[in-house]
């Protein structure tokens, strides 16, 4: 048995980018214009603030420590997060952005309390629309659309596993949806 030599940073980047491109390509969406075709990679610290691969005004970032995970584990954090970008979620976050920008030029400018406070709760409500469990149920289906639910079911218990992800009751019913039977073995 012959030793291969460990991938390089670059060519596990470049695993990344060609999987995103294909990814992007065979499962276009109307919001995919708004999201960069190209990758950026931060430092591990930074991106596990933000769960190891977010989005961040229309790039998607992944931390350099998810660069060598498996290929199905890697096809698991893309596929979903694309689901996400196809149902609209980083519109929330936008919004969010917009209206707490606008409530602060409001109380500096025109001294408006009242309205900065009907703009506040459009904020905090947006929070919630975008923290709504069933987000994370549209970005499950949308990923087994493009990697099967056994993809899903095995990308979940990686996470777990690598205590990117605890087994919450919340989890426990994902996994349940995409065909998990529940042995108790953890």
Same mark, same amino acid.
């Given at each position: 048995?012959?030793?291969?030599?460990?991938?390089?940073?670059?060519?596990?980047e470049a695993?990344?980018?060609?999987?995103?491109?294909?990814?992007?390509?065979?499962?276009?969406?109307?919001?995919?214009?708004?999201?960069?075709?190209?990758?950026?990679?931060?430092?591990?610290?930074?991106?596990?603030?933000?769960?190891?691969?977010?989005?961040?005004?229309?790039?998607?970032?992944?931390?350099?420590?998810?660069?060598?995970?498996?290929?199905?584990?890697?096809?698991?954090?893309?596929?979903?997060? =694309?689901?996400?970008?196809?149902?609209?979620?980083?519109?929330?976050?936008?919004? *969010?952005?917009?209206?707490?920008?606008?409530?602060?030029?409001?109380?500096? *400018?025109?001294?408006?309390?009242?309205?900065?406070?009907? *703009?506040?709760?459009?904020?905090?409500?947006?929070?919630?629309?975008? !923290?709504?469990? $069933? $987000?994370?149920?549209?970005?499950?289906?949308?990923?087994?659309?493009?990697?099967?639910? !056994?993809?899903v079911r095995?990308?979940?218990? =990686?996470?777990?596993?690598?205590?990117?992800?605890?087994?919450?009751?919340?989890?426990? $019913?994902?996994?349940?949806r995409m065909?998990?039977?529940?042995?108790?073995?953890?």
């Amino acid at each position: 048995m012959t030793d291969r030599p460990l991938r390089t940073d670059a060519e596990a980047e470049a695993d990344w980018q060609a999987d995103y491109a294909r990814l992007r390509e065979g499962t276009p969406t109307r919001w995919g214009r708004w999201i960069s075709g190209q990758l950026v990679f931060v430092a591990p610290w930074v991106a596990r603030l933000y769960g190891g691969v977010f989005l961040w005004l229309g790039w998607v970032v992944v931390g350099r420590d998810l660069l060598h995970v498996p290929f199905y584990a890697r096809q698991y954090i893309l596929s979903r997060l =694309w689901a996400r970008v196809s149902h609209g979620h980083p519109l929330a976050a936008i919004g *969010i952005v917009l209206c707490t920008g606008a409530m602060t030029l409001l109380v500096q *400018i025109a001294g408006s309390s009242l309205l900065s406070l009907v *703009i506040g709760f459009g904020s905090l409500g947006l929070m919630v629309w975008a !923290n709504l469990p $069933r $987000r994370e149920l549209e970005a499950d289906d949308g990923a087994s659309e493009v990697i099967g639910r !056994n993809g899903v079911r095995a990308g979940i218990m =990686w996470s777990i596993k690598q205590k990117i992800d605890r087994m919450t009751p919340g989890n426990r $019913r994902r996994l349940q949806r995409m065909g998990w039977k529940d042995s108790g073995l953890e």
